[in-house]
C-alpha cells in the first residue's frame, strides 16, 4: 500500500463476504455431549446470542474501513446428509429442530441488516437467503452426499476414496459441504436476483456498484 488514503479507499471498495452460524448448531448447540450451549440456551436465546456476536464482529469490520457487507443466513441445516444420519429417524427427510435453529437465527440476522444500515454512515448490508434459491429435487440428489463420509468427525470424505462419478447431480460433496454445482446456484441468486427472499435490499452485482 502506498498510504493510508489508498489502503482506506481499497478496503471501502471491497465486498466482504461473511457467512457463519452453521457450525454454532451443528458442532455445537446440538451437541450436548461435548457443549453446555443447549443446556444453558433456549433456542431463541441462542439465536438471539449469536446474532449479538455477529452483530459486534460486523461493526469491528466497519471501524477498520469496510464498508459493503454480503451477510449469508444459514441455510437447512437440518436436511444435510450428516444431519439426517446423526438427529434423523428412518425415512426422515430433514431435521426439524435444527432447520427451526437456522430460521430463529435468520429471523434476528434480517433485522440487523437493516439496524447496521441505518446506525453505520457510509455502509451498505445486504442479507442473502442460501435457502431462497430454488433447486430441482429431480435433477439433484438430496439426501446423500457424493463421496464416501466417515472422515474428520465423521462428515468429511473418506482419505482415498473415490468420489461419485457426476458430482453435478448432488447438493451435497460430503456430508455437510455443498458441492460445486449448489454453489453455483447459490452464487447467481446472490449476484442477480431481484427477489428480495434471496437477496435483501440489494444483491451483490447491485452491492458492487453502490
Known amino acids: 500500500m502506498q498510504n493510508d488514503s489508498a489502503t482506506d479507499l481499497l478496503l471501502r471498495k471491497c ?7 452453521s457450525n454454532d448448531y451443528i458442532n455445537n448447540y446440538f451437541k450436548p455431549e461435548f457443549y453446555e450451549t443447549g443446556r444453558s440456551f433456549t433456542p431463541s436465546e ?19 474501513g469496510a464498508r459493503k457487507f454480503a451477510v449469508y443466513g444459514i441455510g437447512q441445516i437440518g436436511c444435510t446428509p ?5 438427529f434423523g429417524s428412518n425415512g426422515s427427510e430433514c431435521v426439524a429442530k435444527l432447520n427451526e435453529g437456522a430460521t430463529l437465527f435468520n429471523d434476528r440476522l434480517k433485522p440487523l441488516i437493516h439496524r447496521l444500515n441505518n446506525n453505520l454512515p457510509g455502509a451498505k448490508f445486504i442479507y442473502l437467503n442460501p435457502s431462497g434459491s430454488p433447486t430441482d429435487t429431480a435433477t439433484f440428489v438430496m439426501n ?5 463420509t466417515g472422515g474428520g468427525g465423521g462428515e468429511l470424505c473418506v482419505r482415498n476414496s473415490k468420489p461419485c462419478s457426476s458430482p453435478w447431480r448432488y447438493v451435497f460433496w460430503d456430508a455437510v459441504h455443498p458441492t460445486e454445482a449448489l454453489n453455483k446456484i447459490l452464487a447467481e441468486s446472490a449476484y442477480r436476483s431481484k427477489s428480495p427472499l434471496e437477496a ?3 444483491n451483490i452485482q447491485q452491492l458492487a456498484m453502490y
Open 144 to 148: 446423500s452426499s457424493c463421496c464416501t
Open 15 to 21: 465486498i466482504y463476504s461473511v457467512q457463519i452460524g
Open 46 to 64: 441462542y439465536a438471539t446470542l449469536l446474532v449479538q456476536q455477529l452483530s459486534l464482529q460486523l461493526k469491528t469490520l466497519y471501524n477498520y
Open 200 to 202: 435483501s435490499p440489494l
Open 82 to 86: 450428516y444431519a439426517i444420519s446423526v
